[in-house]
């Protein structure tokens, strides 16, 4: 077990932002993304005003990524155009708002694969359970194997792909509760699971009682204790505030949640084509710098955990392995969906295996 000194966690908490604002300038992109908070251009009369919503807090590394994507609209437009954002759940949950943004209410959408999975079920592939071994394996199926297939498919339910994000690891975290180390620790606790079919599945298959709660509902029934934990990202549960209400994370790393930003297709088929060549530049950019960011913020997010007195602990290999084998009925279920998520399940399956034979994985 680490030894350490407890900190209180209001200063731990502090500093671990501080810690956030460090690597963000650390980044010249993302620096000068920064810089429009404390310098926003005053929208001329006229100007396109994009309204954005996202579940993501701000202050954190997703509303950098977001701040990126509003300068580049604002200088390529010279001015034409600008986003409005709604941050930290304002709009309402996740769900929400994926459903807004396909009526055209709202704009765009910045948040979790698989929230727009509840309108587009075959989105589900990449919230199965143990289906990457890397964080590469999963940069390479998502930019070089299903990106076409998923854009396309996107367009066709509504929305018009823009470019991906990351929420990272997903891992267990609990209150009062222990470590989760196997699929036995799980079973009887009151779960918070995610409004998606697949996490609601995931749970069943671990035999927890899965209570299915909005992103913006869960810190207050951590602290009614409502709820026993849940499974997040490292980065997500610290720039949401749950830390503050639990005792043990353990790092499963059972599920890969990549992040997207995606427009509304009814409302940007009525823009000019050169304001929609302008939304849909620079993704690669974009990506790259938010996938460094929030990938550099994990350890430091870690080492605020146990500085503050949450007990952090990372399953083994023979562990994850158990789980894994335990989750595989997760895999099948998705398989079944539709003639689309077995196509896809399968391609995603051969890639991967050809990718970990030539990588020596």
């Not at 908070?37 to 005053?42: E, K």
Request: glycine content about 8%.
């Amino acid at each position: 077990m680490r030894s350490h000194v407890v900190v209180p966690r209001k200063r731990t908490a502090k500093a671990v932002r501080l810690c956030f604002l460090a690597l963000m300038l650390c980044s010249p992109a993302l620096a000068c993304a920064q810089a429009t908070i404390t310098s926003p251009v005053q929208p001329p009369p006229g100007k396109l005003v994009i309204r954005f919503g996202s579940i993501a807090p701000e202050g954190s590394p997703w509303e950098v990524q977001l701040l990126r994507v509003k300068k580049r609209v604002e200088i390529q437009s010279k001015g034409r155009a600008t986003i409005k954002a709604f941050l930290g759940g304002a709009l309402g949950g996740e769900n929400q708002m994926v459903e807004e943004c396909k009526r055209g209410q709202l704009h765009a959408f910045g948040g979790s694969l698989g929230a727009l999975a509840t309108e587009i079920p075959e989105l589900n592939l990449f919230e199965l359970p143990y289906l990457f071994k890397s964080l590469e394996e999963a940069d390479y199926l998502l930019d070089h194997v299903l990106k076409e297939d998923i854009s396309a498919l996107l367009k066709k339910r509504g929305y018009v792909f823009a470019e991906w994000s990351e929420n990272g690891w997903r891992v267990f975290a609990t209150k009062s509760k222990g470590f989760i180390k196997k699929p036995e620790d799980v079973k009887g606790l009151r779960m918070r699971a995610q409004e998606n079919d697949i996490h609601k599945r995931f749970y069943k298959e671990l035999g927890a009682a899965m209570i299915p709660i909005p992103t913006t509902h869960v810190q207050g029934a951590l602290k009614e204790s409502t709820i026993d934990g849940f499974d997040q990202t490292l980065i997500f549960m610290f720039a949401a505030s749950w830390h503050t209400e639990i005792t043990h994370v353990s790092l499963s790393n059972h599920i890969y949640q990549p992040g997207i930003i995606v427009y509304s297709r009814k409302w940007f088929e009525t823009l000019p084509q050169d304001m929609q060549d302008i939304l849909l530049s620079g993704g690669e950019g974009d990506t790259a710098a938010a996938r460094r960011i929030i990938r550099n913020s994990n350890t430091v997010v870690e080492n605020g955990l146990t500085n503050q007195g949450v007990k952090v602990y990372s399953l083994m290999p023979g562990e994850r392995d158990n789980m894994a084998a335990r989750l595989k009925p997760v895999h099948d279920y998705y398989r079944k969906l539709s003639p689309t998520a077995a196509s896809w399940l399968k391609k995603a399956e051969t890639a991967l295996e050809k990718y970990r034979a030539e990588n020596g994985k």
